[in-house]
């Protein structure tokens, strides 16, 4: 069972796609994993927190050339083994970057983002996910989401929709009543689903992975 976290015994080929970076080999992992009936991966970016650009925005293309393969490369690989479409990949952070740039003095160079969970975007992708779509855009300076914005509620409700799991009875007993994960507003985002990956419920056969990076991606599913 070890084997399955040693990525050496990939070819050179299939190494080269994903890349030589950590979160390349942590895709390349979690492709390996889900095949042999893992049903739950996540995959960091990195131990430290790169994407958090207070002071320098432009790393972001560095960020993203090495993300960017490796994602498309585990798609690949789960279409080309069948598992893509009961596999459901969410990929993104807990928040995105301001469109403006950061003036605190929490900084010495002037070059970089502050924080914005006022709009920014996410991928989902296999699964029954609508792929080739964006849904939703914020105002005309990228700052708040203004179409179609879409709670982190509703992305979980979404996520466990696909998964053949109804949110609503997912709850949690606290001061005499129970509470739901996705709260009081949390609701599946069918527009973007074409079907359920699991519409039985069935989690003997149901696979999931999350990768979760720190800092937003900008792909398509």
């Keep these: 069972a070890m084997d399955t976290f040693d990525v050496r015994k990939e070819s050179a ?84 970057r301001t469109p403006s740039v950061e003036v605190s003095g929490l900084v010495k160079v002037q070059n970089g983002r502050d924080h914005n969970n006022q709009g920014f975007s996410m991928l989902l992708a296999g699964g029954g996910i609508r792929g080739g779509m964006t849904y939703g855009s914020t105002d005309d300076f990228g700052f708040r989401a203004v179409e179609n ?28 009543r129970d509470f739901r994960l996705t709260d009081v507003n949390g609701r599946p985002a069918l527009c973007l689903c074409t079907a359920s990956a699991n519409p039985k419920g069935n989690w003997s056969g149901q696979l999931g992975i999350a990768t979760v990076m720190d800092g937003p991606v900008s792909a398509a599913g």
């Design 149 to 176: 914005p879409v709670d982190p509620n509703d992305i979980q409700a979404t996520v466990l929709n696909q998964l053949g799991l109804d949110h609503t009875r997912l709850t949690y007993r606290y001061s005499g």
């Design 13 to 96: 080929a299939t190494q080269a796609r994903y890349g030589p970076e950590d979160f390349a080999r942590g895709c390349l992992m979690a492709r390996r994993l889900v095949e042999r009936g893992v049903r739950m991966v996540q995959v960091y970016f990195g131990n430290s927190q790169p994407w958090d650009n207070h002071d320098d925005i432009m790393i972001h293309q560095k960020l993203a050339s090495q993300a960017d393969p490796a994602i498309a490369a585990l798609m690949d690989d789960l279409k080309t083994s069948g598992l893509f479409n009961e596999t459901v990949l969410m990929i993104g952070g807990e928040f995105g």
